[in-house]
């Protein structure tokens, strides 16, 4: 599978992470480019976002000048069973393991895995963009992190001596080993269950299976987040919290190898102006909106404050300001927000004011 360019948008939760990805792909898409938004959010706030019905499946953006854009979100209760089924047959012993279910259930991260892995199955060819909303916060790098852990699950030695137990018992023609390796799981099975051990001998039988499947995807999807095209951003918002915050995320991406390209904060207040009136003439109406303006300009102040910080603490990192969008709703703020030309300037293409015509929903 082949794709232009990734853009990674990681941050703590309740930034407007998802919004900022739906807004640069809609920028990216109303440039003409070929472009995949994909949500690893468990929220699954990204159909609201963009104004579509959620769905599992790979949906198509309407209304998008020049280009294309299409969203996947996968669902985090069901992304490992969706995976095995694309590649088992129906009634497979491996689709109904209660072992499998568990391992998607408590392992943290397990469900972004088989979601970055499934990735390249499930991406369209020809992609000029790939834009990932990742999950918030640490959650991020156990996702970008999953294709790996799936090379080292499986080639590891332990998965490969339990697949190898399990084959010899499934094999008695192996006579040499089979004895002694049945006396294993038969003291297994007395110490927790015949069925337990039945359901753990298909689980190692179906992963020897599809070994090959899974190292393959896995190499795929690293190759996909690794890409010299591949830039991480991460988002915040100004307020001295979140900027820490971001500084820790933004560390944690780049000790683990990710190339980050810069900070977006997002919900940057404007100065509201003056604040004075004039007293000898002023009405009450005059006094609230004075005082309204100055509480703006506060905002506008403890933002840039946040900002300058930022700056200090990472001064050869561009840093790019969103504005705050008071709009209806959150389709109204991606699409407001994809005009920005701070934004539209990610994407590598013209001014989108001068490429589109479309109206704000």
């Not at 070929?34 to 104004?51: E, F, H, M, Q, T």
């Not at 309407?62 to 294309?68: A, C, M, T």
């Not at 915050?245 to 990710?258: D, I, P, Q, T, Y």
Request: aromatic share 4%; hydrophobic share 45%.
């Amino acid at each position: 599978m082949k794709v232009g360019r990734t853009t990674l948008l990681v941050g703590t939760g309740g930034v407007g992470k998802t919004s900022t990805s739906a807004a640069l792909a809609l920028a990216a898409a109303h440039g003409g480019q070929n472009v995949a938004c994909i949500s690893l959010d468990p929220a699954r706030r990204l159909a609201d976002a963009l104004g579509l019905e959620e769905s599992t499946e790979i949906t198509a953006v309407p209304n998008v000048q020049n280009g294309r854009l299409r969203t996947w979100m996968p669902d985090s209760r069901t992304s490992v069973h969706t995976l095995l089924s694309s590649w088992l047959p129906v009634g497979d012993p491996l689709l109904d393991n209660h072992i499998v279910r568990l391992m998607g259930d408590a392992l943290g991260g397990m469900h972004e895995l088989a979601s970055l892995v499934h990735l390249p199955m499930t991406l369209p060819e020809g992609l000029d963009h790939l834009v990932i909303d990742t999950a918030p916060g640490i959650h991020a790098l156990e996702a970008l992190s999953a294709p790996q852990r799936v090379r080292d699950l499986f080639e590891g030695p332990f998965i490969k001596r339990l697949i190898q137990l399990f084959n010899i018992v499934n094999s008695p023609r192996r006579r040499s080993f089979f004895f002694a390796s049945q006396r294993i799981i038969d003291t297994m099975s007395r110490a927790f269950g015949e069925r337990l051990v039945t359901q753990l001998s298909d689980l190692m039988s179906g992963l020897g299976r599809l070994q090959p499947k899974f190292l393959a995807m896995a190499e795929e999807s690293q190759r996909i987040l690794r890409s010299p095209q591949t830039k991480a951003y991460v988002v915040t918002v100004p307020s001295k919290k979140a900027a820490e915050n971001a500084l820790r995320v933004l560390k944690m991406l780049e000790s683990n190898g990710f190339s980050v390209a810069g900070i977006l904060v997002n919900r940057t207040p404007a100065s509201a102006g003056p604040a004075t009136t004039d007293q000898a003439n002023s009405t009450d109406a005059d006094e609230i909106l004075a005082k309204m303006r100055a509480e703006a300009n506060m905002r506008a102040e403890r933002a840039d404050q946040t900002v300058a910080f930022l700056k200090r603490r990472r001064p050869r990192l561009p840093l790019i300001c969103l504005p705050e969008c008071a709009e209806d709703s959150p389709s109204a703020t991606v699409h407001r927000l994809s005009l920005e030309p701070a934004l539209v300037g990610l994407v590598d293409v013209q001014s989108a004011a001068q490429q589109i015509a479309h109206r704000l929903p």
